[in-house]
């Protein structure tokens, strides 16, 4: 951490449509570590909201407990937050989304409180396609505890006492494309390039849309011997596919060759253009996706980008033909018909 | 790009502004920071060193360091630096004892320094203490030249200017006052090994339209007249009185008339407020006191009733100025007669050299002056040096005295028989301002307070006395805020590329988003790329070396960096640092070349 707040300067700043700076979407001031990859997610989070324009307000924060928990306090200061108890916060965000889906709902949680403790919540918030975008800060380490290795350390990987991990790894992106995730990508919290436009795009997916990122922990992972370190995942970084996210209003400016670049269309009119990198990866194909990652992790590869997206299936409250607008702008008679309502519906099923 | 060569004195120096725009280039941002300490004594000497008359300057210094500031890049207005700087002046302790001394003996070498002024009071400062045998020689009654002539002592005190005078005579140097020279070729018969021309650009321009002769007794030259002001000369002037010109002699003008009678004072102007040559703060401190400023009035000629002043005849313009304020055309509206009983004319200066012989070798040019040279300040005569107002024309206080510095070098080469090329160049020392875990040796924290304000005496008061100072200095509590809005510039942001693990920390928590990495490019590719478009380009980019994890760069745009440190704290490695920046210029002394004096 810092020892002052970060002073408030915009004069010079630019400005998005809504007139607002960059500053607009940040938070209070960070506790974490100098350094932490986290403190850079975050303000991937808060570029890629002041580039799609939208309203702090129309934000929901959730997340669960540990260090990539705690950034919820970071970014988007005035928006609508919960920090649930850990591994719990898929629940919250049901509950939220269930309620009001209206808003952008965005789960920041780590490999410890997403693979360890939270890996049924997880897992059912993927079944289900809730509407969120989902972060997990990947550090392959419990840095809160100290550093011992996380459900995500590599089999192999080095403490920095320097012994080696017995453990085989839980991969968030091939269990998410497993559970029939619709949006699965992987990224880096030192490649802003490529983080921003994913966030936006996943924002901006109607569905669960999974990042995991790549986010070193400075001061417990970031030695010789680990596999989430800086150097290490700068060496092996290996971005399989640039995704550029395209706001309706915008124009397609970058040039592609035919056939070179796959646009997908969003729910609201604006479209991601994925142009890849290898040709034997189909992001349309889960089957594909699968075989290339496990081809390229052989190889030590760290395997960047939207990796996976499907714009078809439901999300969670279409499936549960949920009211568009937030339940507590509808009628008391509408939300609660009353007994002779509840007496009719169960003779359904007499 | 290349990576920035931060060993060249010149980058640093240059991103510390005030100090860059500063003629004698003054460390303001150390000084500041000791008075933050309540070190004013340390403070005066820092600015004493190098721009000789801190308390003077304090007053009325041209500023060009408050319009360089960065403040006005980040905010509205800049540090009030001159006004921090009569702080120091106001509340140092007796400095006497911190002072160069007059040397036990001289080094025989004689030097003529001609006019008390700014530039030649500076060579004696510096000369003197080295065993020179200096003597200044002026034609008014007091030493000062145009700082105690034409600057109105309502806006600088007798007795600062005699105090700060006073320390340099005391080091030994002879006065002549009441000494006109008459003739450079019969003084360089005289037994001296240099002659030092500082004697200012004494000559007031006049404007000969009709009706200027038959008018004379009501009709004054600004300089003139201020200088008769000053000496007790003048004691009065008419209730209506125009000023011609809207410079800031026009304004010392208008404020003196003031105060010996006037009541209804016009300054006339040709032009559009935003061709004023007069300081933004004294256009601001004459129209406080009621002075009515008229523009676009273009003078005719002088009305004359019964054989005496009664008014002036104006033009009424019209100009087209374009987009990036040039006047395009000029148009002449009509004629206005506006009565006054004096007419005081501030329309410019000009050197006038009718003492010097043009058989002596001193070469002048097509416009009558002198040919010096920019870098020695010797003429074109082997020994004969000129600095301040003399040089170049008319300049400023702050411009004297940087010329009177390096004049002062040029004389100790030239006496020593070294050439006068053979100068030491600006030096550097960076120090680690660290002090422990995010802990630093000056204030990193970042006050959003605006300027403050000075508080001037009451406007029926300051009227009722001439040498009432008008300006009551800041108080403790101004102080307290004012030397928090310095942004310490000159504590560097000092990158060491082969630490740094692209994590990209100290990017996000720059408050002013001026760090990027990025793929290297050449510099107009790389300004519109960066997370802030660098649109200033007056302001350097500083490059790093390539980054080992992917061969990029980190790119610091330099224009807006508010010196916080974030940077540095964010930092897990520590290739970021803030550093020290001291700059080491050189002056007249015995080591600045390497030998001591004979």
Not at chain 2, 166 to 177: A, C, H, P, Q, R
Not at chain 2, 514 to 523: G, P, R
């Amino acid at each position: 951490m810092t020892s002052i707040a970060k002073p408030r300067i915009e004069k010079h700043l630019l400005r998005n449509k809504l007139g607002l700076t960059l500053r607009d979407y940040e938070g209070g001031m960070s506790t974490l570590c100098a350094g932490c990859g986290h403190d850079s997610v975050t303000a991937a989070l808060v570029r890629a909201f002041y580039e799609l324009d939208l309203e702090p307000h129309t934000a929901a924060k959730v997340s669960g407990i540990g260090c990539s928990s705690k950034t919820t306090a970071y970014f988007l200061g005035q928006s609508h937050g919960v920090n649930a108890v850990h591994g719990r916060m898929p629940s919250i965000a049901t509950g939220a989304a269930a309620a009001n889906g209206n808003l952008h709902y965005v789960g920041v949680s780590g490999d410890g409180d997403s693979l360890s403790i939270g890996l049924g919540q997880f897992c059912h918030a993927i079944r289900r396609n809730l509407n969120m975008l989902y972060v997990v800060e990947n550090n392959g380490v419990y840095g809160l505890t100290k550093g011992q290795f996380s459900a995500a350390a590599d089999y192999g990987s080095k403490s920095k006492r320097g012994e080696p991990n017995p453990h085989t790894p839980i991969d968030p992106v091939k269990l998410a494309l497993t559970l029939g995730a619709t949006f699965v990508a992987r990224s880096f919290s030192g490649d802003k390039e490529q983080l921003v436009p994913l966030i936006k795009a996943a924002v901006m997916h109607k569905g669960f849309a999974l990042i995991d990122v790549i986010s070193p922990c400075v001061t417990f992972n970031d030695h010789a011997g680990s596999t989430k370190s800086y150097a290490h995942t700068y060496e092996y970084y290996h971005r399989a596919v640039h995704t550029d996210y395209i706001q309706p209003s915008e124009e397609i400016k970058a040039e592609y060759k035919k056939g070179e670049v796959m646009e997908v269309e969003l729910h609201d009119g604006s479209v991601i253009a994925l142009k890849k990198v290898d040709d034997d990866l189909n992001p349309r194909d889960r089957g594909e996706v699968l075989a290339y990652l496990s081809h390229h992790e052989a190889q030590s590869e760290v395997v960047t980008g939207l990796l996976y997206i499907d714009e078809e299936k439901q999300d969670m409250n279409a499936r549960n033909k949920l009211p568009p607008a937030p339940l507590n702008t509808l009628p008391y008679e509408r939300l609660s018909p009353g007994a002779a309502t509840l007496a009719d519906l169960q003779k359904a099923y007499c | 790009m290349k990576p920035t060569d931060t060993t060249n004195p010149d980058y640093f120096h240059k991103v510390v502004d005030c100090q860059w725009a500063c003629p004698s280039h003054t460390p303001v941002p150390e000084y500041i920071r000791l008075i933050a300490q309540g070190r004013y004594t340390d403070a005066y000497m820092v600015n004493r060193k190098s721009n000789v008359f801190p308390g003077i300057l304090g007053r009325v210094c041209d500023r060009p360091c408050e319009p360089a500031c960065r403040r006005t890049r980040i905010d509205e207005e800049p540090v009030a630096i001159c006004r921090l700087k009569r702080v120091a002046a106001d509340h140092r302790d007796d400095v006497t004892d911190l002072l160069p001394k007059k040397p036990a003996t001289t080094n025989g070498k004689k030097i003529a320094l001609i006019g008390a002024g700014p530039a030649s009071l500076t060579v004696a400062n510096d000369l003197a203490p080295l065993g020179y045998e200096c003597t200044i020689f002026d034609a008014l009654e007091r030493p000062g030249g145009l700082m105690i002539s034409n600057i109105p002592s309502f806006r600088l005190p007798q007795e600062v200017l005699d105090e700060e005078i006073g320390y340099i005579l005391d080091m030994g140097v002879e006065l002549k006052t009441s000494t006109r020279i008459d003739s450079l070729k019969a003084l360089l018969k005289e037994d001296f090994d240099a002659v030092f021309v500082g004697s200012g650009a004494p000559k007031g321009k006049d404007l000969q339209i009709p009706g200027r002769d038959e008018a004379a007794g009501n009709i004054h030259i600004g300089i003139e007249w201020l200088e008769s002001v000053a000496f007790d000369h003048i004691d009065k002037i008419g209730k209506r009185v125009l000023i011609i010109g809207v410079g800031n002699t026009a304004m010392d003008c208008c404020r003196t008339s003031l105060r010996l009678g006037a009541d209804d004072v016009k300054v006339m102007a040709r032009k559009p407020r935003e061709f004023f040559k007069a300081s933004p703060w004294e256009l601001e401190d004459a129209e406080e006191e009621n002075v009515e400023i008229v523009v676009n009035h273009s003078p005719k000629e002088f009305v004359l009733e019964n054989g005496k002043l009664t008014g002036m005849v104006f033009e009424t313009m019209e100009y087209d100025v374009d987009a990036t304020g040039k006047i395009t055309d000029t148009r002449v509206t009509g004629e206005v007669i506006i009565p006054c009983d004096d007419v005081i004319l501030a329309i410019g200066q000009e050197n006038a050299f009718p003492w010097i012989e043009r058989d002596i070798g001193i070469e002048f040019d097509k416009w009558d002056v002198p040919e010096v040279d920019k870098v020695t300040f010797q003429s074109t005569r082997s020994g004969v040096f000129f600095g301040g107002d003399a040089a170049f024309g008319p300049l400023n206080i702050i411009w004297a005295v940087e010329h009177g510095h390096q004049a002062a070098i040029s004389i100790h080469n030239h006496c020593r028989g070294k050439p006068l090329t053979d100068r030491v160049p600006d030096g550097q020392i960076l120090e680690p301002t660290k002090m422990g875990m995010n802990e630093w040796r000056y204030s990193n924290g970042f006050d959003a307070s605006d300027r403050r304000k000075m508080t001037h005496v009451d406007l029926k008061e300051r009227f009722k006395k001439l040498d009432t100072e008008v300006e009551l200095g800041f108080t403790p509590e101004q102080v307290a805020t004012e030397v928090e809005r310095c942004l310490n510039c000159d504590v560097q942001t000092v990158f060491e590329a082969p630490l740094c693990i692209e994590c990209d920390a100290c990017i996000d928590i720059c408050p002013v988003d001026c760090l990027t990495i990025i793929h290297n490019d050449e510099e107009e590719a790389l300004r519109p790329r960066l997370k802030n478009p660098a649109e200033n380009t007056e302001q350097d980019l500083y490059v790093s070396a390539p980054l080992k994890g992917t061969g990029r760069v980190m790119v610091k745009d330099e224009d807006v960096c508010v010196h916080c440190g974030l940077c540095a704290e964010r930092c897990p490695t520590a290739a970021w640092d803030m550093q020290l920046f001291d700059l080491i210029k050189a002056y007249a002394s015995e080591d600045s070349l390497g030998v001591a004096a004979e």
